[in-house]
Every structure is written in C-alpha cells, then in structure tokens.
C-alpha cells in the first residue's frame, strides 16, 4: 500500500469516526426530545384533569343554582298563566 493510499485510507476512517459521533449525538438529542414531548404533554393533560377535578365541586354547584333558577322561573310563568285565564 503506497503512502497516499495509506493516508487516504486514515483520512476516511477518521471521517468516519467523526460521522458516527455526530450521528449518536443527533440519536441522543432526538431521544431526549421525544421525552421531553411526552412529558409536557402528561403535564398537559394532567394538570387539565386536576383543574377539572379541583372545579367540579363548583361547576356542580353553578348547576344546580341554575337549575333552581330555572325551576323558579317556570314556576312563575305557571303562576302568570293561572292568572291570564
């Protein structure tokens, strides 16, 4: 093997020592990135289900204040038929 070749030789082995590098770098890079995804979005869900979770008791008791409203004002218009007749 002549000198040149030699070199030539190292030179690509030592490309492709470099390429792989980068290339498990991009690999860990992409690994990390996927599970930061899936992180934020469990804290995305997640804290919507504890949102609603934490509101229900106050969503149910706006409920059922209108449906009392509700109840009240039929009754009302009941209470004006009877006397429109």
Do not use: C
Request: aromatic share 12%; glycine share 6%.
């Amino acid at each position: 093997m002549s000198p040149e070749e030699r070199e030539l030789l190292n030179r690509s082995v030592s490309l492709a020592e470099d390429n792989n590098r980068i290339l498990h770098s991009m690999r860990r890079s992409q690994r990390y990135t996927s599970i930061m995804r899936a992180v934020y979005w469990i804290l995305i869900i997640g804290s919507a289900v504890g949102a609603y979770y934490y509101i229900q008791p106050y969503i149910d008791q706006l409920m059922g204040v209108y449906s009392g409203a509700k109840s009240d004002l039929d009754n009302f218009n009941q209470a004006i038929q009877g006397f429109k007749k």
